[in-house]
Every structure is written in structure tokens, then in C-alpha cells.
């Protein structure tokens, strides 16, 4: 399976984007889906999750009632809804595919993300 990762761009404080992570040359089935950021200089970051089977997320607290995570089964496509944006959600966003929410270890390119203040 590879992952694209798409839908960055630059926003405005208080603005919203969807990121896409859709999946080509397999499907999402096995496993759990997350999206990571890491802006320059810091550490990558967990900032959600869902399984794909029961589509049960988990979020990073930074971004819990802002950011919303979401899967399109017959799309083979996971969604994450960024709403309230901020200054400091800038970063290079990455989805990644992993056997639960916990756990990561597939990863696909990433998408820029750039909140202005």
C-alpha cells in the first residue's frame, strides 16, 4: 500500500482545511490510519487516528474539538477536518498506516501546512 498524503495549503487563523491520505495498491483494511506533523526544528507529532474496520479515532489533545478524523471506505480515503486553525498547527502534515492506534509504522509523504497569523 502507498499513501498520499494531499490538501495542504495556506490559511489564514481561525480557517479550516481537509487533508486527504488516500491509499493506492491495497486498502486501508488491516489497519489503523493516523496523521502526524512536524514543523521545523520539532519533533513529529501524533495528531490522530482511527481504525479503519470501526472507525474509532483518537486525538491528540492540542487538536481535540478542532480537528476531526474520518474514513471513506468505498474511497479508500481518510480525511482529517482542521477547523480554528492556528499559527502553531503549521507543519508538514504525514498520514501513516499501523496494526492499532498506538502504533505506526508505514508512512507516506507529507503535505505543508502553513496557518498565518
Known amino acids: 500500500v502507498q499513501l498520499q498524503a494531499y490538501g495542504g495549503g495556506l490559511v489564514q487563523a481561525g480557517g479550516s482545511l481537509r487533508l486527504s491520505c488516500a491509499a493506492s495498491?491495497?486498502?486501508?483494511?488491516?489497519?489503523?490510519v493516523g496523521w502526524f506533523r512536524q514543523a521545523p526544528g520539532k519533533a513529529r507529532q501524533f495528531v490522530a487516528g482511527i481504525t479503519w474496520r470501526g472507525g474509532v479515532s483518537r486525538y491528540a489533545d492540542s487538536v481535540k474539538g478542532r480537528f476531526t478524523i474520518s474514513r471513506d471506505t468505498a474511497k479508500n480515503t481518510v480525511y482529517l477536518q482542521m477547523s480554528s486553525l492556528k499559527p502553531e498547527d503549521t507543519a508538514v502534515y504525514f498520514c501513516a498506516t499501523g496494526p492499532n492506534l498506538v502504533s505506526y509504522d508505514y508512512w507516506g509523504q507529507g503535505t505543508q501546512v502553513t496557518v498565518s497569523s
Open positions: 495498491g491495497g486498502t486501508f483494511t488491516s489497519y489503523a
